[in-house]
């Protein structure tokens, strides 16, 4: 780990946060953090604490594993030892940041038509695309598909189309095709937007059709004097697979690349054809540090610190009991969001007589699920705490925020 040009991590995850002075480290409970003085081995608070003379810094939590021993060798002991950082000397403090909590945003995709797009006898014809990772996995290409608003019929005297119709009857069809389905649906709240003598009116797909329970839209029979233009809206809505915590793989797929979905008008041959509508588009956005992710990076530092996590073996979810993997496992909420805090330092080598090698570098990566808003102020204290310890000695680095 000495010899890299990056950063050695090693991760955390967060319970809570050991905030007062003078706690052994063997007192920690499982999942707290604290800042601790090697000079007396206790941990200093998060609001006033100092280090004592020639005490470095250390990041210590008490260890999930709760068991120090496997079966009954005394000599396979210490496993329930506090996780330790290297020794950090606040004068080699070298960045101090953390991430924001960023939820997934949805891509979205519409098309709109005006009052006189629809002529009786005309079929108007929309063209979906979904593209990114879960299209590729799911197809081995990426997926289109197209929805026509032939089946409309017109009354005697009628010269166009309701619009909202015409759209709606599009909709139904893109959205009943089963390659599509698993992937988009109508907007939430209504996937339908209906504007009448600039009055608009959003409605679902079944209710611009008249096949809803209630709410149903009475469509237009002159579009044109009504002054009637609609809107379709759709919304990515791919759900991934994945299995629980029992059989857990970290070898296992999860996504972090966002569909794309585009809605576009084209001619009854499939070329491309803009002369009467408009197209709109909003990309996807995946969330940040999710906790799959975090999992992973905490199961990373176990394994260096050789602490085993099995997997793939039929019998890989007794043994993670045996060897207590399982309580990490349950540790991180794989579903939610975690906020990171990171503190970076290097180990300077005085002895390097040649320059080949570069300062040893640490990088101490501490989660915390977005959610916990206590949780999250006491991290930040103590990030606060190292940058004041770090100043004190004259290392004027500054704790950045992800605003910043």
């Not at 390097?352 to 915390?368: A, K, R, S």
Request: proline fraction near 4%; aromatic fraction near 8%; include cysteine.
């Amino acid at each position: 780990m000495a010899y890299f040009n990056h950063a050695f991590c090693k991760s955390f995850v967060v319970s809570d946060v050991v905030t007062t002075d003078g706690n052994a480290t063997s007192a920690f409970a499982a999942g707290h953090i604290g800042l601790v003085d090697s000079s007396d081995w206790k941990s200093i608070a998060t609001a006033n604490g100092t280090l004592g003379d020639n005490g470095l810094l250390y990041l210590v939590q008490g260890n999930y594993l709760t068991n120090d021993s496997l079966g009954n060798n005394p000599g396979h002991g210490g496993y329930s030892e506090s996780n330790k950082s290297k020794g950090i000397n606040p004068k080699y403090i070298t960045g101090l940041w953390k991430s924001a909590c960023v939820d997934p945003v949805k891509a979205t995709a519409s098309v709109s038509i005006g009052k006189s797009c629809s002529p009786c006898g005309e079929t108007q014809y929309v063209r979906v695309d979904i593209k990114g990772s879960p299209a590729l996995r799911f197809l081995n290409k990426n997926i289109y598909a197209i929805g026509d608003s032939g089946s409309v019929c017109c009354v005697d005297g009628q010269t166009h189309v309701d619009p909202g119709v015409a759209l709606a009857t599009i909709g139904k069809m893109l959205l009943a095709d089963p390659v599509v389905k698993p992937f988009i649906q109508e907007a939430t709240g209504g996937g339908i937007v209906i504007t009448t003598g600039g009055s608009a009116a959003t409605y679902t797909i079944a209710q611009a059709l008249g096949e809803a329970g209630s709410g149903n839209y009475t469509a237009s029979t002159d579009p044109v004097g009504d002054n009637v233009s609609a809107e379709l809206k759709v919304e990515a809505a791919y759900v991934e697979t994945k299995f629980g915590n029992p059989s857990f793989d970290t070898r296992d797929f999860y996504g972090k690349e966002p569909l794309s979905v585009e809605l576009s008008f084209v001619d009854m041959k499939g070329d491309p054809c803009d002369s009467c509508g408009t197209s709109s588009k909003t990309p996807g956005k995946m969330q940040q540090t999710s906790g799959e992710s975090v999992l992973r990076k905490v199961l990373l530092s176990e394994a260096y610190a050789q602490n085993p996590f099995s997997q793939g073996a039929i019998d890989s979810a007794r043994i993670r009991e045996i060897e207590g993997s399982d309580k990490i496992l349950a540790a991180v909420d794989r579903n939610a969001l975690y906020r990171g805090f990171y503190i970076q330092h290097s180990v300077p080598r005085f002895n390097n007589p040649t320059g080949t090698f570069d300062n040893d570098q640490y990088l101490y990566e501490i989660y915390v699920k977005c959610s916990d808003d206590a949780l999250i102020a006491k991290m930040e204290a103590l990030l606060n705490r190292v940058e004041a310890l770090a100043n004190d000695v004259k290392n004027m680095v500054k704790a950045s925020s992800p605003d910043a």
